[in-house]
């Protein structure tokens, strides 16, 4: 059984360090779930993964055995926002900003088995967040992007650029929420190999 890649034929899953890119983020499904607060201090941000994680992995045994679809298990994901985007992109005040986690699944698996494997996991016991996750659908459309190399918190000067620089420089104007995309396991990778894909919506400029 061939095991399909999504990183590998999504366009959007691919990018360079050290500049800026425009894509068409086509409209791709999710496991979504919301929070608040600092991820490296809040539970509900921890509780989010325990619950993302164990959900995709039911859903690719379930499409392997029940479809004959076999796939890869796709990179954590996230939307980023605070009121005050500065907050993100200056001064990084962690505990002002909100966030989706993400996880892309195949769009051959429908609400049906989401909630079969809602199920599954849930009579497992142990994941409190289990029931604020849900199955979306999101269409970025067109967007910057660019790769990340390196710790999260130098992630700054780079969304500056990108913000204050390229953006304007093209015509665009942001558009929807600061997405992150995330390659490394950040539990046995050294902080400075970290590589991240970075992403902003934009539209043209009326």
């Known amino acids: 059984m061939a095991k399909t890649d999504f990183k590998k034929t999504i366009g959007a899953y691919r990018a360079r360090a050290g500049t800026f890119s425009l894509v068409s983020v086509p409209s791709l499904q999710y496991l979504s779930i919301d929070g ?8 509900a941000y921890a509780e989010a993964i325990g619950a993302v994680y164990p959900l995709a ?4 045994f379930a499409s392997k055995k029940n479809l004959d679809r076999d796939y890869v298990v796709m990179p ?5 926002w605070a009121e005050d985007m500065a907050a993100f992109t200056d001064r990084r005040d962690k505990s002002r900003w909100s966030w989706t986690l993400l996880l892309m699944v ?23 967040a289990l029931d604020r996750v849900r199955l979306e659908r999101m269409d970025e459309g067109l967007a910057v992007q660019t790769l990340h ?15 204050n620089e390229f953006i304007p420089g093209q015509g665009l104007r942001p558009t929807g929420k600061h997405h992150e995309i995330y ?11 970290l590589r991240s894909i970075l992403r902003q919506p934009v539209e043209p400029v009326a």
Do not use: C, I
């Not at 954590?76 to 980023?80: C, I, N, P, R, Y």
């Not at 195949?106 to 409190?128: I, N, R, T």
């Not at 390196?150 to 969304?159: A, H, I, R, T």
């Open 36 to 43: 608040h607060g600092d991820p490296n201090t809040s539970p």
């Open 57 to 60: 992995y039911s859903l690719k």
């Open 76 to 80: 954590l994901e996230a939307l980023w």
């Open 106 to 128: 195949p769009d051959w698996l429908a609400e049906a088995d989401f909630e079969v494997a809602l199920a599954a996991v849930a009579a497992k016991g142990g994941h409190p």
């Open 149 to 163: 190399v390196g710790p999260f918190d130098d992630e700054g000067p780079v969304l500056a650029q990108m913000h």
């Open 183 to 193: 390659f490394s396991d950040t539990r046995t990778t050294e902080p400075s190999k």
